[in-house]
């Protein structure tokens, strides 16, 4: 069964920093481009981040570059979100993602998706 599970997000100030994780379990070799995406109330499902599961190639929305970073650890099977200098506008559920299309930015790409976090930011 696969699994993407999330780690817990939180409440923080703008301009913070947060991290988030997501346990990868039993992905299919195939699905090997992991993302974050997320949805703010009343929003659409936006792409945040993307990540090639064996070369690291990331890409990121234009509105997270420079602040947030995408990484992995396969020896942990994990996927991370490092978010800096948080703003109102980053709050939203997080959801981490995988899928077989290489660093896409489409939600359609993606076949498996963790239950998501909540990340709010106050201003």
């Known amino acids: 069964q696969v699994q993407l599970v999330e780690s817990e997000g939180g409440l923080v100030q703008a301009g913070d920093s947060l991290s988030l994780s997501c346990a990868v379990s039993?992905?299919?070799?195939?699905?090997?481009?992991m993302a974050w995406f997320r949805q703010a109330p009343g929003k659409e499902r936006d792409f945040v981040a993307s990540i090639n599961w064996y070369s690291g190639a990331a890409r990121y929305a234009e509105s997270v570059q420079g602040r947030f970073t995408i990484s992995r650890d396969g020896s942990k099977n994990a996927l991370y979100l490092e978010l800096r200098n948080l703003d109102a506008a980053d709050t939203a559920v997080y959801y981490c993602a995988a899928g077989p299309l290489s660093r896409s930015i489409y939600t359609q790409t993606y076949d498996y998706w963790g239950q998501g976090t909540q990340v709010t930011v106050s201003s």
């Open positions: 039993n992905v299919p070799p195939r699905a090997y481009s």
